[in-house]
C-alpha cells in the first residue's frame, strides 16, 4: 500500500532563516506530487505541483520553491522566510491526475 | 474556472444528531470529479469519497453518506448518528480538466457529548 511522509511535523524558525520541507512517497511510481498551504482558519492554497522528476509547476509567486530530485521525493524550500509564511504545509500525491491523497502535513511558525 | 462553496461555516450538534453538509459548485467541463475530506484536530486530510460527474447514484458508508444532484451542482454529505469523533473540519473538492484540486473553505463539525 501506498504511504506518504513529511517531515519535520513541526518547525519554529525566525524571520529571514532558510527552509526545508521534505515530502516523500511509499509503494507507487511515477506519482503527481503537491504542496499546499492552510493558513489558520483558512482552506488550502495550491502552491506547486509535479508532474515528474525535475518537472515542476508554480501556482502562487512568492518567496517559495519547489524541488522533485526524485521521483518520489518532493521538497519544499526558501531562502528567508517571512512571517506570512507561517502555516500548516501539506504534501499530497496522486496516480491519475483526480485524487490525491495526503500526508500528515508539517506546521511552520516564523516568528 | 472552478469553484467549490461550503455556505456552512461551523455546526454544533449534540451527539446522535444526524448533520448534513451543503456543498455546491460550479464548473465548466463536463467531465469532472467530486470530493469529500475530513480533516482532524491533527491535521491531515482523510480522503472519505470520490464521484465521477456521469454517476449519480446516491453513495453510503457506514454512517456516511452522499447525495449527488448534477442538476442543481450539489454534493452534499450526511454524518447519520452523529459521534464525538467526527468532529472535524470537512472539505468538498473538486477537480477538472486541469487536474487541480479546487476545495470549498470548509465546514467545522463539532458533535458534544
Known amino acids: 500500500s501506498q504511504t506518504i511522509h513529511q517531515w519535520p511535523a513541526t518547525l519554529v524558525q525566525p524571520v529571514g532563516s532558510p527552509l526545508s520541507l521534505e515530502c516523500t512517497v511509499e509503494g507507487t511510481s511515477n506519482p503527481n506530487l503537491y504542496w499546499y498551504r492552510q493558513a489558520a482558519g483558512r482552506g488550502l492554497q495550491l502552491l506547486f505541483y509535479s508532474v515528474g522528476i525535475g518537472q515542476i509547476s508554480s501556482e502562487v509567486p512568492q518567496n517559495l520553491s519547489a524541488s522533485r530530485p526524485q521521483d518520489r521525493q518532493f521538497i519544499l524550500s526558501s531562502k528567508k522566510l517571512l512571517l506570512s509564511d507561517s502555516g500548516f504545509y501539506l504534501c499530497?500525491?496522486?496516480?491519475?491526475?483526480?485524487?490525491?491523497?495526503f500526508g500528515p502535513g508539517t506546521r511552520l511558525t516564523v516568528l | 474556472a472552478q469553484k467549490v462553496t461550503q455556505a456552512q461555516t461551523e455546526i454544533s450538534v449534540v451527539e446522535k444528531e444526524d448533520v448534513t453538509l451543503d456543498c455546491v459548485y460550479e464548473?465548466?467541463?463536463?467531465?469532472?470529479?467530486l470530493f469529500w475530506y475530513k480533516q482532524p484536530p491533527s491535521g491531515e486530510l482523510v480522503f472519505l469519497i470520490r464521484?465521477?460527474?456521469?454517476?449519480?447514484q446516491n453513495e453510503i458508508s457506514g454512517r456516511y453518506s452522499w447525495n449527488f444532484q448534477k442538476s442543481t451542482s450539489s454534493f452534499n454529505f450526511t454524518i447519520t448518528a452523529s459521534q464525538v469523533v467526527d468532529s472535524a473540519v470537512y472539505f468538498c473538492a473538486l477537480s477538472g480538466g486541469d487536474y487541480k484540486l479546487s476545495f470549498g473553505a470548509g465546514t467545522t463539525v463539532t458533535v458534544r457529548a
Open positions: 464548473t465548466r467541463d463536463t467531465t469532472y470529479y
Open positions: 464521484r465521477n460527474s456521469f454517476d449519480e
Open positions: 499530497a500525491w496522486s496516480v491519475d491526475r483526480h485524487t490525491q491523497y
